[in-house]
């Protein structure tokens, strides 16, 4: 089975810009799963999704928003781009059927430069 | 709201070695599960092993067991006959419903 993978790998923008993480969960996983890794403020959870809905939040500003298709697959936005927002951004896809019970599974990640 | 410490910042092993890595966690939930991940150098989120809050015994995988006190809310991770390639970050996660609390993570070092 292919893992989770994540578009693009790397990405670099300006201040003020927006932009879109895109993340392909695990065949049959239907919950997918956001996090913001930053050295100084660590693995962060930003929000969870499945079956089109978002199921928990994080405690991240409204510039952070995301939504997932009818085939599981996710994407994450940032609007009006912040330098703070620089960060390792992680997906994680799992079952979600099992109230927590499933093991999330993680891609490899965007790499967001903020300038 | 939920907690996970990582007292350790960095550890030290020589290979053919073993070592335990620590964790604790706060919570009020009873219902719950835990996990050691490792993310090496190229920043791939690996699960390492998970254990279930409501099972006693510990959960163990080849090398890697986990020593699970559920009274003293603690989570240790020993990794036996260290090989170079357990060279990595390691952080404890403590999961309730779909969002996973992540500690600060233990740098591991492999001394050949």
């Known amino acids: 089975k292919a893992g989770v993978t994540q578009t693009p790998r790397y990405l670099i923008k300006t201040r003020g810009q927006q932009v879109t993480l895109s993340c392909s969960p695990i065949s049959g996983h239907r919950s997918v799963s956001w996090y913001q890794q930053t050295p100084g403020q660590g693995l962060q959870f930003l929000f969870e999704y499945f079956s089109e809905t978002q199921r928990n939040k994080g405690n991240f500003p409204g510039r952070f928003s995301g939504r997932q298709f009818s085939n599981s697959r996710s994407e994450m936005n940032v609007s009006t781009l912040e330098l703070g927002d620089s960060a390792l951004y992680l997906c994680?896809?799992?079952?979600?059927?099992?109230?927590?019970?499933?093991?999330?599974?993680f891609g490899p990640g965007t790499r967001l430069t903020v300038l | 709201a939920q907690t996970v410490t990582q007292s350790q910042p960095e550890m030290s092993v020589q290979e053919a070695e073993t070592v335990t890595l620590s964790c604790t966690y706060d919570t009020s939930e009873s219902d719950y599960y835990l996990f050691w991940y490792k993310q090496p150098p190229s920043r791939q989120m690996i699960l390492v092993i998970r254990q279930e809050a409501y099972k006693q015994q510990n959960a163990t995988e080849n090398r890697f067991s986990v020593n699970f006190q559920k009274a003293a809310k603690s989570f240790s991770l020993k990794i036996s006959d260290s090989q170079l390639g357990d060279a990595a970050m390691y952080f404890c996660a403590y999961k309730v419903n779909e969002k996973l609390t992540f500690g600060t993570g233990t740098r591991l070092t492999i001394i050949p």
């Open positions: 994680a896809s799992s079952l979600g059927q099992s109230k927590g019970a499933d093991t999330q599974y």
